[in-house]
C-alpha cells in the first residue's frame, strides 16, 4: 500500500470511527477483462488474511488473495479521476473502459473502447 492510499484509507477509517473496521480489498467476477477489483471498510471475516498496515488492517478474502498477491493498492487524483487503484503483477491485461466521443464528421457518437490492450 503507498503512503497516500493509507493517508486516504485512514482518513475513510476516522469517519467511520469503529475500530473493528479495516479495508477490505477483494476480486470479483465483471468488468471489461473477465475480473474486477472492489474495496470497502468491512469487519475481518473467517478465512481472511489480515495485513497490518500500520495502525489499521486490510482483509483479503481466501479467493482474492490468489489473484492479487503482491499487488499494492495505490490512491489516485487526478483530473481525470481520483479514486483507489490496484497495481498487479499478475494481470496480463487491464482496461478502464467507459465511453468515448467524437467531434464533426462523427457527429458525436457514443461507443465503447477498444478493451484488453
Same mark, same amino acid.
Given at each position: &500500500? !503507498?503512503?497516500?492510499?493509507? /493517508?486516504?484509507?485512514?482518513?475513510? @477509517? ?6 473493528? @473496521? =479495516?479495508?477490505? %480489498?477483494?476480486?470479483?467476477?465483471? =468488468? ?11 469487519? #475481518?471475516? #473467517? +478465512? ?6 500500520? /495502525?489499521?488492517?486490510?482483509?483479503? /478474502? #481466501? &479467493?482474492? @488473495?490468489?489473484?492479487? !498477491?503482491?499487488?499494492? %493498492?495505490?490512491? %489516485?487524483?487526478? @483530473? &481525470? *479521476?481520483? +479514486?483507489? !487503484? ?11 473502459? +467507459?465511453?468515448?466521443?467524437?467531434? *464533426?464528421?462523427?457527429?458525436? #457518437? ?8
Amino acid at each position: &500500500m !503507498t503512503p497516500i492510499a493509507a /493517508d486516504k484509507v485512514r482518513e475513510l @477509517l476516522a469517519q467511520e470511527n469503529d475500530p473493528a @473496521l =479495516g479495508l477490505r %480489498v477483494f476480486v470479483a467476477g465483471g =468488468g471489461c477483462s473477465g475480473l474486477q477489483y472492489g474495496m470497502t471498510l468491512d469487519e #475481518e471475516q #473467517e +478465512g481472511d488474511t489480515v495485513i497490518n498496515v500500520g /495502525d489499521f488492517k486490510v482483509f483479503v /478474502d #481466501e &479467493m482474492s @488473495l490468489t489473484y492479487i !498477491t503482491g499487488s499494492e %493498492v495505490d490512491y %489516485v487524483d487526478s @483530473l &481525470m *479521476a481520483a +479514486g483507489f !487503484t490496484v497495481n498487479n503483477p499478475n494481470a496480463v491485461s487491464s482496461c478502464g473502459c +467507459g465511453h468515448s466521443f467524437r467531434t *464533426a464528421d462523427g457527429g458525436g #457518437e457514443a461507443r465503447g473502447c477498444a478493451c484488453g490492450h
